[in-house]
């Protein structure tokens, strides 16, 4: 059964920095879009970043200079950095793999939850 499991959540203190993992476990996704996501408490989930099959990454605008996703060369592990975080970054980060719509994949993690205080 294949699953995405998140780790590296946690607290942090604004400007601080984060690194998330999601391990891809019963399956190796070698041809699929892979993303990070996060929902804050009563707002809609939202993009952070992306990376395609070709290893192209693309980061929400909010993002963009903060954030910075990557994949192991196995592309069994998905990576997600966070610099000069702010208290709105606060939010659980899901991982999703293998896009079929915007927005909608096949898999998704359980999510991790960062939690930045001022």
């Known amino acids: 059964q294949v699953r995405l499991e998140e780790s590296g959540g946690g607290s942090v203190q604004a400007g601080g920095s984060l690194k998330l993992s999601c391990a891809v476990i019963?399956?190796?996704?070698?041809?699929?879009?892979m993303a990070w996501y996060r929902q804050a408490p009563g707002k809609a989930r939202e993009l952070v970043s992306l990376i395609d099959s070709q290893g192209t990454t693309r980061s929400a605008d909010s993002m963009k200079g903060r954030f910075t996703i990557s994949q192991a060369n196995d592309k069994n592990t998905l990576y997600l950095e966070g610099n000069g975080l702010k208290t709105e970054d606060t939010a659980v980060y899901y991982c999703?793999?293998?896009?079929?719509?915007?927005?909608?994949?096949?898999?998704w993690g359980r999510g991790t939850q960062v939690t930045v205080s001022s």
């Open positions: 019963g399956n190796r996704f070698t041809n699929c879009e």
């Open positions: 999703a793999a293998c896009r079929h719509r915007v927005d909608e994949y096949y898999f």
